[in-house]
């Protein structure tokens, strides 16, 4: 598998203490991605490691697993490597190893996965397909689906809600979204925007004033309080 970084963290990526491996490659290019090296297929920086590889790094570090860790693959987007992914979180489902992945959801057969998964991270950007292929260059067709699917099958999944000034901050949007679904099982998380990455983007870094005001973050959360399971950012 294609890896660009790898290393432990502690419950930012899932449950507990984990062994977090962010892959290469993403089909999506939003706007604001804070890590753009990750979205072409190869890299000068990513490095290869088999299955077999992952799962013995895996077994050897289970003494770091503690408060319910595990392993979390993230990105890029974790299911562009989709047969290996399947395949590694099978043999560390087999191993007895908690696993997580973080991922725009935007795969066909994400829920061919969902039996090795414990948790699903599934960062929702923006329910409004125009707005959303503007800024993301993807169509959330796929995405809003598979939501439906993970909240419906009852998954332990939790929303992240990356909030931008500008282009998703209609409240309402996620209000008819998330009020169609059962999400009695799922947390959400906003994230308001930041600009980590920017320095590290080749090509002109589009998003202009993006940050999010205390008062739009104060109206966007009051609304979706009522309906969603907020937690803390
Ligand atoms: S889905 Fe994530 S990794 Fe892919 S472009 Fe968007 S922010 Fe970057």
């Known amino acids: 598998m294609k890896i660009l ?3 432990f963290n502690y419950s ?28 072409p297929p190869c890299s ?14 895996a077994k050897r570090s289970r003494m770091m697993f503690f408060e319910g860790g595990g392993v979390t693959f993230t990105g890029g987007e974790p299911t562009v490597q989709f047969e290996e992914l399947k395949e590694v979180l099978k043999r560390l489902k087999e191993a007895d190893i908690h696993t997580a992945i973080e991922t725009n959801g935007s795969h066909p057969k994400l829920s061919e996965l969902s ?6 991270i599934m960062d929702v950007k923006c329910p409004d397909n125009d707005i959303h292929k503007k800024y993301v260059g993807h169509s959330n067709e796929t995405t809003l689906r598979n939501l439906e699917l993970l909240t419906k099958e ?18 309402d949007d ?5 009020s169609s679904l059962d999400m009695s099982d799922t947390q959400v ?9 920017k320095c590290k983007w080749v090509e002109e870094y589009e998003i202009v004033d993006g940050f999010v005001s205390e008062e739009t973050l104060r109206e966007f959360t009051d609304k979706l309080k009522p309906i969603v399971n907020l937690i803390k950012t």
Do not use: M
Request: charge should be negative; proline fraction near 5%; include cysteine.
């Open 5 to 7: 970084q790898k290393g």
């Open 12 to 39: 930012q990526d899932g449950p507990g203490n984990r062994l977090v491996y962010h892959l290469q490659g993403c089909n999506f290019k939003c706007k604001w991605c804070s890590n753009p090296e990750s979205i």
């Open 44 to 57: 000068d920086k990513c490095k290869v490691q088999s299955v077999d590889e992952i799962v013995d790094e």
């Open 115 to 120: 039996e090795y998964i414990d948790f699903f």
């Open 154 to 171: 009852r998954r332990q999944l939790l929303v992240r809600i990356p909030l931008i000034n500008n282009v998703n901050t209609n409240a």
């Open 174 to 178: 996620f209000v008819r979204l998330f």
């Open 189 to 197: 998380e906003i994230l308001p925007y930041h600009e980590y990455g």
